[in-house]
């Protein structure tokens, strides 16, 4: 049995199914996970193996057909509405393949929004920005709307998105997918730096090697299970 | 608040074709109602005008009863007196009397009733239309006693033209005796409205009396006040004052109700077209709004991922819709001032059309009000947003995970 308060995602006999007509399609079956703090966790596994659904569920962006999740000791699986936007708000932050910034909004604006949500006050937001933008080397080009912006800094945006709020979790889809090779590495490097010097948990969707090869731990699904759980490093936490 | 409307504001030009395309068509919308609007202001002021300053008057004294009889015999009572009192009145601009009879008129070709109307030419010129509206010949202008000045539809009916001769038969007062008068004409005159033009015939006030027996009596005492709003307020003491000793003092909107109940009709079509206008108007705004929100579908997915309430993803939606609504309002309010500006000063040619009863005498201006400008612009603004709940309420129940799908 897991303690729930202190290990910061558990799921318990996890199935998701989607239905299409009448034929049920099960994506997630009966997954039993615990992911403690400071993880830099990679999930892998084929296309359809269940990955992404996995991270919607645990991310409260669907809900699971049986079996709950709990995120810092609360059930998120059971939250609605505005208290489930608010706990994603102030406890998870997400970095999406396309990198998917607010096109009309800079880059500085775009990092700003969950806090400008948080009601974070505006002296606080500008200097938290300032300094995460400086984190995430992209000093100096806060104005920039995204467009005016290569792939990989506006991923480097998006990484300062998710991290300025502070939450405990950094859920990230194939985060390198769309970016070179040399970019992506920087960029993972960037976000193992950030994993070791602030202790937020990452949980990555990927297939790329480079994620693996720096991930502490890679789980492995295959058709909606858990085939493979790999501790790779040694983290101090565990 | 404030972060929504600059998103929302920057949103609505993300797709400017588009957001023009809609713009332009709830500014058109708008642009008509103002321009309706201001028509029918123009409208309504060209026919008070031509029903009260060509011959009826803005208010009008006659004993009681005589308005429905036209009996010769129901003169104003106590008229010195009666005089007295209008010219101490501060709202009188000035009157004239009248003298009014049934009758007929007959030239050598043709015979036809009249209303045979005495009329002071110096006071009657000064208050109603009849010396403007002279196709041909003058206005009492020599001085003939028997001079006559009758309408353009009259004189083609008897086969009249200038210096002709024509003869009058009316009722005397009292004895009921015919009386007869022969005239010459010498003006014609045409308001282009057919029962002036076709049965009005004015001779000097004191022959009138002369054949009627009134011996300084008259039938009519018209009026103009100062200031036109006067005679539409019909809980005004003037009337009561007035309306003593068996006279009553009534308003044009009680001489012509029809007029009156006409343009409250306008206004009530001018509703209808509103609705109709904003029925279509609200098909572009849902289309504009539903495209653009399912063209972003995955942004919204984005933002609630991240945090944002459904109740604020409504909100940004409702911004849109108002930021729709303001960048259109600008449009179209100069739209609508543009429009009704160059044909307020080039005026409308209705001259000749017959509208409830009246007719337009003079080219129909627009006339522009500043309420056009805080009425229908804010018409405009409450009715985008209240059309624009409908997507938002769409875009707040949307699955998160539906709008990722194809991502995380």
Known sequence: MTNHASDLI?????????REDDIVVPAVRGVDLVIKEREFTALVGP????????????????????GRVWLKGKPISEMKGAELSDFRRDHIGFVFQAYN???????????????????????????????????????????????????????????????????GLILA???????????????????????????????FSTHDRMVMDRADRIITLKDGRVARDEIRAENPIR | MGFFIKLAWRNIFRNKRRTFIAGIAIAVGLASL????????????????????????????HARRFWETQDAEKTVNNLPTVLDGLRSEKDVELFTLRTMSLGTISSPANVSSVLFVGVNPETEQRLSRVDDVLEE????????KRDMVLGGDLAELLEVELGDRVVVTVSRAGSGDLAQEMFRVSGIFRFHIKE?????????????????????????????????????????????????????????????????????MVWVALGFLAVILFGIVVFGIINTLFMSLYERMFEFGVLRAVGTRPSDVRKLIVCE????????????????????????????????????????????????????????????????????????????????????????
Not at chain 1, 51 to 61: M, Y
Not at chain 2, 226 to 255: H, I, K, M
Not at chain 2, 369 to 385: E, L, M
Request: aromatic share 8%; hydrophobic share 45%.
């Open chain 1, 10 to 18: 558990v799921t318990e006999n996890l199935r998701k199914d989607y």
């Open chain 1, 47 to 66: 296309s359809g193996s269940g990955k992404t659904t996995l991270l919607n569920i645990i991310s409260g962006l669907d809900s699971p057909t049986e």
């Open chain 1, 101 to 167: 910034l607010i096109p009309v909004l800079s880059a500085e604006e775009n990092i700003e929004y969950i806090m400008m949500l948080q009601g974070v006050p505006k002296n606080e937001r500008r200097e938290r920005v300032r300094k995460i933008l400086g984190d995430v080397g992209l000093q100096g080009m806060g104005r920039r709307m995204p467009p005016k912006l290569s792939g990989g800094q506006q991923q480097r945006v998006a990484i300062a998105r998710a991290m300025v709020s502070r939450p």
């Open chain 1, 173 to 203: 889809d194939e985060p390198t997918a769309n970016l070179d090779s040399e970019t992506g590495a920087a960029l993972l490097d960037i976000m193992r730096e950030l994993n070791e010097k602030t202790g937020m948990t990452f949980l």
């Open chain 2, 34 to 61: 103002i321009f309706c609007d201001a028509l029918i202001r123009g409208m309504k002021d060209n026919l008070i005008k031509s029903a009260t300053a060509s011959f009826l008057g803005e208010g009008q004294i």
């Open chain 2, 137 to 144: 010949g003058s206005y009492f202008r020599d001085g003939g």
């Open chain 2, 196 to 264: 002036m033009d076709g049965s009005f015939a004015f001779a000097r006030i004191d022959k009138a009396r002369e054949m009627l027996g009134l011996d300084g009596g008259a039938h009519e005492i018209a009026l103009k006040f100062r200031d036109n709003r006067f005679a539409l307020d019909p809980g005004n003491p003037f009337w009561d004052t007035y309306s003593r000793e068996g006279n009553e003092a009534v308003s044009w909107t009680a001489l012509l109700p029809e007029l009156t109940r006409v343009m409250d």
């Open chain 2, 321 to 408: 819709a108002g930021a729709l609504a303001v960048l259109s309002i600008v449009m179209g309010s100069i739209l609508g001032f543009v429009l009704t500006f160059v044909l307020a000063q080039t005026g409308i040619d209705y001259r000749g059309i017959e509208f409830a009863g009246t007719g337009f005498s003079e080219l129909l201006y627009p006339v522009l009000h500043f309420s056009q400008f805080i009425i229908y612009p804010a018409a405009v603004f409450v009715f985008t947003i209240l059309v624009g709940l409908y997507p938002a309420r769409a875009a707040g129940r949307l699955t998160v995970a539906d709008a990722l799908r194809k991502s995380l």
